[in-house]
């Protein structure tokens, strides 16, 4: 069955700062991988997206995430916090079944960005 | 233009009440889909239409139904209220395949006294 892992439920980073939020998934063939961000009392944004080609991707506000097959991975990170960063940040996998579109969403990362 | 709008944003209600969420996309995509997410962050996905037909329901009481007017919109009835009925609702709608992302709209957030 499909699925999508992040470890972490909560991270704390300082500004400026490096950043790495994991995401593993589960699906038996070539996944569409997505991370969105939600901002509080916002709605889901789309930060990047991959389907195929070039592993690593760059997406909005400066992330970028790396699919790692063998690791069944899709990181995202960011070389450089800001404080606006501070949202909780979500992994998807999106299939197209029989009877159409099915995503699945990750429990959520949670980061605080502390100046 | 707001490309996924829902209404209200806010909802506060009694039990036992029955309550609508109105939900339009200007996309033009052909699926929208209803999630539920909880205080703790935990989006649940609850169903997801294409072109007026229900194709994903997952198990969600027969309380919560879908309906659709049109392709542009989704709205969602629910039914005789309930306290755990509390939460964050949206919205979201994508082009058909799952190579496409969802686009979502801003939440209703439905408390029930």
């Not at chain 1, 940040?89 to 990362?109: D, E, I, K, L, S």
């Not at chain 2, 033009?28 to 994903?56: A, C, R, V």
Request: overall charge positive.
């Amino acid at each position: 069955a499909q699925s999508v892992t992040q470890p972490d439920i909560h991270i704390t980073v300082s500004e400026g700062a490096s950043l790495e939020l994991r995401c593993n998934y589960s699906y038996g063939a070539t996944p569409y991988l997505f991370w969105y961000v939600q901002s509080p009392g916002q709605g889901l944004q789309l930060l990047l997206k991959y389907f195929s080609g070039d592993t690593l991707v760059q997406g909005i506000k400066g992330f970028e995430a790396e699919f790692k097959r063998s690791q069944s991975s899709f990181n995202l990170r960011k070389p450089s916090v800001h404080w606006s960063d501070a949202a909780e940040y979500f992994c998807a996998v999106g299939a197209q079944t029989g009877t159409g579109n099915q995503f699945y969403f990750g429990t959520g990362t949670s980061l605080t960005v502390i100046p | 233009d707001t490309a996924v709008s829902q209404t209200p944003k806010y909802l506060v209600t009694q039990m036992g009440n029955d309550k609508s969420i109105k939900c339009e996309q200007n996309l033009g995509h052909d699926t929208m889909y209803w999630y539920k997410q909880d205080s703790k962050k935990f989006l649940k996905i609850m169903f997801s239409y294409n072109n007026k037909e229900l194709i994903i329901n997952e198990t969600v009481p027969n309380r919560f139904s879908p309906k659709s007017p049109d392709k542009a919109h989704l709205n969602l009835h629910i039914n005789s209220l309930e306290l755990g009925d509390s939460a964050v609702y949206f919205c979201a709608s994508s082009r058909r395949g799952g190579r496409n992302e969802q686009f979502f709209g801003p939440g209703t957030r439905l408390t029930v006294l």
